[in-house]
């Protein structure tokens, strides 16, 4: 936001103590108050949304009346509130307010290319980005091209796909809510090669196996002769929104390959994920 609120300089001046021969802050006293909000503000999660302030102080390393002094600024600016009835604390309004101006302006498209191109030198293969409709289907929106005369060229961007076909369709299927999956599963699931996955209790094991081990294989399921290995990538609700793959011609993507490409993907999904604001629990920002 350009500019300050009225009464900004007035506040900030009455902060200070104002006026010639006002102490000034040491040399990056305010870059460390700073880091200190900024660790308080972390500390929240969906599972620790209220917190009292000694487990604040505890989770930040903070003592006490430092932590008390910054949630009191905090809660001046609206980036923390009181729990009503309670002396515990949770974020506050003004990070909805941050949030809806940040989503704004995170393009997935935008973000993905550096890590799809990234993925696709180091893999010398096609890298795909798919993103997951609110019907339920999904549509490839862009890739990063293999420089090899041989490869995969995804032709059907912007064309609905089922989520039981390949690999970008599988990962998205196994990380839905589980009564979004089981109206997929009772069908019917459209076979268009001879190996596209059609059995609903086989393909039941396999989304199980792909949340395991965090991605999904394909050989030859939704175009003949091309293999896929795909994985996950979640947005800042924890929710899976789009897929990354890596995908070739068989002759050059065996069952092998497919899985030693695996870990790069997954660490392009995972970045990807952080940009689009997803926090793994537990892990700090």
């Known amino acids: 936001m350009h500019g300050n609120p009225p ?25 460390r108050s700073l880091d200190r909000a900024v660790a308080i503000l ?23 009346s430092t932590t008390h002094r910054l949630l009191n600024s905090l809660l001046a600016h609206g980036l923390v509130q009181q729990v009503s009835g309670s002396k515990r604390y949770a974020l506050g309004s003004h990070i909805l307010r941050l949030a809806y101006i940040a989503s704004g302006h995170v393009n997935v498209r935008q973000a993905a290319l550096p890590l799809m191109q990234r993925l696709r030198d180091a893999s010398d293969e096609t890298v795909g980005l798919h993103i997951l409709r609110a019907d339920n289907r999904r549509v490839v929106v862009d ?23 390949g690999a970008p369709s599988k990962v998205l299927l196994a990380f839905l809510s589980p009564e979004a999956r089981e109206a997929i599963l009772a069908g019917p699931l459209e076979a268009v090669t001879d190996v596209t996955p059609t059995d609903a209790a086989e393909l039941r094991g396999e989304l199980d196996e792909i949340r395991r081990r965090g991605y999904a294989l394909s050989f030859g399921e939704r175009v003949h002769d091309i293999h896929t290995v795909a994985v996950p990538v979640a947005n800042h609700t924890g929710a899976v929104v789009a897929s990354l793959s890596v995908t070739g011609p068989a002759v050059r993507m065996p069952r092998e390959r497919l899985e030693s490409i695996a870990g790069l993907a997954i660490s392009a999904g995972a970045e990807l994920s952080r940009q689009l604001g997803y926090v793994v629990p537990g892990e700090p920002l």
């Open 7 to 31: 009464g900004h300089r007035q506040q900030s001046a009455a902060a200070t103590g104002g006026g010639e021969g006002a102490a000034k802050p040491a040399p990056g006293s305010d870059v």
């Open 42 to 64: 972390n500390v929240f999660t969906r599972e620790r949304s209220e917190l009292g302030l000694s487990a604040i102080a505890h989770l930040t390393g903070l003592n006490t």
């Open 143 to 165: 890739q990063a091209e293999s420089h090899k005369p041989l490869r995969r060229t995804y032709t059907e961007l912007g064309q609905p796909i089922p989520l039981h076909q």
